[in-house]
């Protein structure tokens, strides 16, 4: 359980809330077992009183208070059902929305470069899949079992005052009822629960490489042989999905099971005390308040198949969050005025066992100088872009800006004075504006129209029928390779910081297009430090030096 409690800070904000709630729904359910218990009482009674006496005289029955109780509880049963449902789903989806906060400030933690290693369906399946699943903690878990327990409690009280031995036998199926299905097939269906949440979560990467991957797919008619591939992950997910409901089918008939011998045994038992000690109708409250007592451990009893799959998806969102920050700052310095920047000694590579990508590699850069960094595709030109925009640490050596370590500048006073324009320019699902306030949030509409103006897209944006207003699609999906390359070139613009990382600025484009970025670049960086990375001749003669990279170690090229 601990996988559990370990999210329950997270719910302290909304506590009141929960709490108030949670009483709510322990008072309508006691509200409901009252009713049913005094209504059997009612008709009961009802139908004693209605028999004729042997002498023929009726006997007396007061209708109108237990009729005026049945109407009240009925009231409060339905007036307290709806305010439990408003507090508690109220209160559930707010922290639902406050742990997916939490959890995307503990990803952000990880920079791009550790979270590389995790596919992009997976991370997006526990940000919603398996954080819905927790809501299973308050209202699945906490909920009923407070339920069951408050409502066990004075049931038992209430069957002890007519009979001892009625309340044992009530404990004894509590304890069966309670104690002992629910656990045991909690623990018994774990395994299969637990296979539900991991082949959702191979379900969802699959389809979402699909979507990505259709123009691929249809070009190389491969549609049928992923058709194939997801209907078999799809039943194997249904397969599980019908274990569980097995489990959860038997748990509950052996639950009906219990309370009906109990009712049995009450019925047959009770019998004797009547009219010794109670009455018959009173003997027809005690049944009916038990029968609603056993109706109200069903969702207890489904709960407690499903703990498996919550505790599965609570490890899964731990595992993620838990991972140490790829880069650490414990007692930050202040961000130095000077630009220059110097790779010392630098031993680069991404696992332990695996092989050395960048050795023994040093370089100095002034400020405002403008290099460029050649080398064939795979050679670690990204991964030294990488090094200097401190996704990772490296192993051996140091990299400094203005002769302070980067250990020892916060990651993000770091990312005030750089800007990337990476080789796969990354547009978000939103407008154009949208798009471009990434680099600053608070720009007015006319800078926005500058930077665009300044990436050479100011026709472009003339033409749209929403101005900055225009959706992008999906990744950009409305918009060509050329203009989301000009639009990110508008982010950096904007953002203008005194570094500026080119990862293959020209990937991708035409000729022309090329040498109007170029251009453009060239213009805006006169007075930057820039440092681009291209396996490419264009954009080399108005750097001031050229390295090539090769196998780990930067040489300059003499042109």
């Known amino acids: 359980?601990?996988?559990?409690?370990?999210?329950?800070?997270?719910?302290?904000?909304?506590?009141?809330?929960?709490?108030?709630?949670?009483?709510?729904?322990?008072?309508?359910?006691?509200?409901?077992?009252?009713?049913?218990?005094l209504s059997g009482w009612f008709i009961c009674a009802a139908a004693v009183a209605g028999a004729m006496a042997p002498d023929g005289v009726a006997v007396t029955f007061n209708f109108m208070q237990p009729a005026a109780e049945i109407r009240a509880l009925a009231i409060i049963r339905t007036l307290g059902r709806y305010g439990e449902r408003w507090l508690t789903h109220d209160a559930t989806f707010k922290v639902l929305a406050e742990i997916r906060y939490w959890f995307f400030s503990r990803l952000i933690r990880l920079t791009p470069g550790q979270l590389s290693g995790k596919h992009s369906g997976d991370v997006l399946s526990r940000i919603t899949v398996d954080?819905?699943?927790?809501?299973?903690?308050?209202?699945?878990?906490l909920l009923p079992l407070a339920i069951v327990v408050t409502a066990s409690a004075l049931v038992l009280a209430l069957v002890s005052a007519y009979s001892a031995?009625?309340?044992?036998?009530?404990?004894?199926?509590?304890?069966?009822?309670?104690?002992?299905?629910?656990?045991?097939?909690?623990?018994?269906?774990?395994?299969?629960?637990q296979q539900e949440v991991e082949q959702n979560n191979r379900l969802k990467i699959a389809l979402l490489d699909y979507l990505h991957g259709l123009d691929d797919i249809l070009a190389y008619q491969a549609g049928e042989r992923l058709k194939k591939s997801i209907l078999a992950k799809t039943n194997g997910l249904l397969a599980w999905q019908r274990r569980n409901q097995q489990f959860n089918a038997l748990s509950s008939a052996l639950l009906f099971l219990v309370a009906h011998l109990t009712l049995f045994v009450f019925l047959y038992i009770g019998a004797r005390f009547v009219p010794?000690?109670?009455?018959?109708?009173?003997?027809?409250?005690?049944?009916?308040?038990?029968?609603?007592?056993?109706?109200?451990?069903?969702?207890?009893?489904?709960?407690?198949q499903m703990l498996g799959k919550t505790r599965r998806s609570a490890q899964r969102i731990r595992h993620l969050t838990e991972m140490a920050p790829a880069i650490l700052t414990p007692n930050p310095a202040p961000l130095p005025d000077?630009?220059?920047?110097?790779?010392?000694?630098?031993?680069f590579r991404y696992t332990e066992p695996g092989p050395w990508v960048l050795k023994q590699l040093d370089i100095f850069i002034p400020s405002a100088q403008k290099i460029a960094i050649i080398g064939h595709s795979g050679v670690g030109?990204?991964?030294?872009?990488?090094?200097?925009?401190?996704?990772f640490d490296p192993q051996q050596g140091s990299v400094s800006l203005g002769g302070v370590d980067y250990r020892q500048i916060e990651f993000?006073?770091?990312?005030?004075?750089?800007?990337?324009?990476?080789?796969?320019?990354?547009?978000?699902?939103?407008?154009?504006?949208?798009?471009?306030?990434?680099?600053?949030?608070?720009?007015?509409?006319?800078?926005?129209?500058?930077?665009?103006?300044?990436?050479?897209?100011?026709?472009?944006?003339?033409q749209l029928p929403d101005g900055l207003d225009s959706w992008l699609g999906e990744q950009g999906a409305n918009v060509s390779g050329g203009e989301a390359r000009r639009i990110a070139l508008a982010r950096v613009y904007l953002k203008n910081a005194p570094i500026v990382l080119l990862d293959e600025p020209c990937e991708g484009l035409d000729a022309k297009t090329e040498r109007d970025v170029l251009q453009r670049l060239e213009s805006m960086m006169r007075k930057k430090t820039v440092i681009m990375v291209t396996h490419r001749t264009a954009g080399l003669d108005w750097m001031d030096v050229v390295y090539e990279l090769k196998q780990g170690v930067l040489q300059k090229v003499t042109r």
């Not at 409690?5 to 719910?11: D, G, K, R, T």
């Not at 004894?172 to 629960?193: D, H, R, T």
């Open 1 to 37: 359980m601990k996988d559990l409690c370990y999210f329950l800070p997270l719910f302290k904000p909304w506590w009141g809330r929960l709490l108030g709630g949670g009483v709510l729904a322990v008072l309508t359910a006691l509200a409901a077992i009252t009713l049913l218990g």
């Open 131 to 141: 954080i819905d699943a927790l809501d299973a903690i308050y209202l699945r878990i």
């Open 165 to 193: 031995q009625l309340a044992l036998i009530l404990a004894l199926a509590l304890v069966v009822a309670v104690g002992v299905l629910p656990w045991l097939f909690s623990y018994c269906s774990e395994k299969s629960a």
């Open 276 to 304: 010794q000690t109670m009455t018959g109708s009173q003997l027809a409250l005690l049944i009916f308040v038990v029968l609603a007592l056993f109706e109200w451990m069903l969702p207890f009893n489904s709960a407690m």
């Open 338 to 347: 000077d630009n220059a920047i110097q790779l010392q000694h630098i031993a």
């Open 381 to 391: 030109k990204t991964t030294l872009l990488h090094l200097l925009l401190r996704y």
């Open 412 to 462: 993000d006073a770091l990312m005030t004075r750089c800007a990337l324009l990476s080789q796969h320019s990354r547009l978000l699902l939103g407008s154009v504006r949208d798009n471009l306030r990434l680099a600053k949030p608070d720009a007015s509409d006319a800078e926005l129209t500058a930077a665009l103006t300044e990436a050479g897209l100011r026709a472009w944006l003339l």
